[in-house]
């Protein structure tokens, strides 16, 4: 997954004591450590849009900060949706002026998991 994200003109690699990371525009939206898992940062606004879907997706699970999400990668159709992920973590996280999502405040999904 890493090598097709390395040839993404709008993401940068960083190498972390703790896996790999990369950054659009100087912010981290991803998060691999090599255990077939991945973090994304995709904001509170998105989560939340997205709660109901993301509820019924099993691989993907709320991250440990605000507005990340944590998704099990295991096989190509995983794949396929960690790379759309992505792209909507790079388009999300645009400077301010140009999201059209907010960053901050923490997410409601955990509670609509848990009333599931």
Request: aromatic residues 6%.
């Amino acid at each position: 997954m890493a090598a097709q994200l390395i040839g993404w003109p709008d993401l940068a690699l960083k190498r972390t004591r703790k896996g790999l990371g990369f950054r659009a525009r100087g912010r981290e939206i991803v998060r691999m450590r090599g255990d077939h898992t991945a973090e994304l940062l995709l904001t509170t606004a998105v989560i939340d849009r997205w709660a109901r879907v993301l509820t019924d997706c099993r691989r993907v699970t709320p991250g440990r900060d605000a507005g990340w999400v944590t998704m099990a990668i295991d096989g190509r159709a995983d794949a396929e949706l960690f790379l759309s992920l992505v792209s909507v973590a790079i388009k999300v996280n645009q400077p301010r002026d140009r999201s059209p999502f907010p960053v901050s405040r923490a997410s409601r999904w955990p509670d609509v998991r848990r009333s599931r």
